[in-house]
């Protein structure tokens, strides 16, 4: 058997085990014995409390803070012990349905809309007396607050089936000016990833700075697209301009997403002035920055296979192989085990705290954070992470030996 078929053998099994009927005595058992508990997720609130009070002091804080964060969180991964626990099937049955975990995202939404506010705050208050490191630093730490952590529950509420939890994500979103992420993440990104048809999926030798203009462009463009496509078949056949328009403006998503935006927009300049329309923005688009580091990161240099007979051929399905794991204890805590992506790929709609570690899947060094500094510098990230790329193509899709997989 292939390495690819004892792949996807395994994938196969666990949809089996995730499947499987658990009775209620093994919940019952599971829920006085699981390993995992909700409330170590509620660290990523210390973030925004350090980022308050650091702005809160003024002056050079919040740029020292900023600094403080990013290579304390990366010397923490570094030294940390990583979290490979996986659970079990009775027990994932108990965390799918535990309301507490939901709780840690639900709280998270009213956290992030007083962040947003408090950075718009703080600077048009402050207009007048704030200095230069003081308004970078503001902006910069809010940022990386609703990026790093905001995001990131905006990613993991927008999956789930319910009505509920994808509004909440999408009011996130909305927050830093990204919404169309929701269009184009689930039926893009989600479809394409690990091709180059994916404007979300970083290719080997591309540079940070070559992918984020790609990417912020190609996934607007993306969900554009998409919408497009969806009113295209409602329209019926024949229809004139004018009908089109008026589709378009009661159907299409994107347009609403921009003119609410913009009607948001003229609000906060109503209620703030211009200082604290320049701050909502500013922070909203190092925000999304921020996503698309972690997009550049999670997929870099992975490419699926095209499949089937010359004329008819499709890319291989998604599995734990076609995004970079990362099982570093204190960033999985801080977002919500994002970290733990190739899970996520091959299963979208399992929630946070039941995604699994796969050791066949291709593993980071270190984590996000630390990923994040060293894709900063590209020819540090290259000579890293290249190498990395090639020999786990070879052992996928060449004549490498499994046993010889480091990563």
């Known amino acids: 058997m292939s390495i690819q078929d004892r792949h996807h053998d395994i994938i196969r099994k666990d949809e089996i085990i995730i499947d499987d009927k658990v009775s209620e005595n093994e919940i019952s058992k599971e829920k006085s014995s699981s390993k995992i508990r909700a409330y170590p997720f509620l660290s990523m609130y210390i973030l925004p409390t350090i980022v308050i009070l650091s702005i809160l002091q003024g002056g050079w804080a919040p ?5 403080t964060i990013y290579f304390g969180l990366a010397l923490l991964e570094l030294v940390t012990p990583n979290e490979v626990y996986n659970p079990s099937k009775e027990e994932s049955k108990v965390l799918e349905s535990s309301s507490s975990f939901r709780l840690v995202t639900y709280l998270w939404v009213l956290v992030h809309l007083g962040m947003v506010l408090f950075g718009v705050w703080r600077v048009s208050s402050t207009w007048n007396t704030i200095s230069w490191p003081e308004f970078v630093g503001c902006f910069l730490e809010i940022g990386l607050v609703l990026g790093g952590i ?21 009011i996130l979103l909305f927050s830093v000016s990204y919404t169309h992420f929701y269009i184009e993440h689930l039926q893009g990104h989600h479809k394409r990833v690990a091709t180059e048809a994916d404007p979300a999926s970083s290719r ?24 497009a496509k969806r009113i295209r078949k409602m329209s019926p056949l024949h229809s004139s301009s004018a009908d089109l328009v008026v589709l378009h403006l009661k159907h299409n998503q994107m347009v609403h997403y921009i003119l609410l935006s913009i009607a948001s927009w003229i609000v906060l300049w109503k209620v703030f002035g211009l200082p604290g329309l320049i701050t909502y923005l500013l922070q909203g688009v190092f925000a999304f920055t921020l996503l698309e580091v972690v997009n550049y990161i999670e997929h870099y240099g992975l490419q699926r296979r095209e499949i089937g007979s010359k004329g008819s051929q499709v890319y291989e399905r998604v599995t734990p192989l076609h995004s970079w794991n990362a099982d570093r204890w204190v960033s999985n805590l801080l977002m919500i085990k994002l970290q733990r992506h190739s899970d996520h790929h091959t299963w979208p709609y399992r929630r946070y705290q039941t995604l699994r570690s796969w050791d066949f899947s291709p593993q980071l060094p ?3 954070v630390g990923m994040t500094l060293l894709a900063l510098v590209p020819p540090l990230f290259h000579l890293v992470m290249d190498p990395k790329v090639e020999k786990y193509n070879s052992i996928m899709y060449g004549d490498a030996p499994l046993d010889e997989k480091q990563m």
């Open 150 to 170: 905001g995001i990131t529950v905006a990613h993991e509420l927008i999956h789930k089936s319910n009505n509920f939890e994808p509004f909440l994500g999408k």
């Open 63 to 67: 740029i020292l803070t900023i600094f």
């Open 366 to 368: 270190t984590g996000y």
């Open 204 to 227: 080997l030798g591309e540079s940070l700075y070559t992918f984020l203009p790609r990417t912020i462009l190609g996934s607007f463009l993306s969900a554009w697209f998409i919408e």
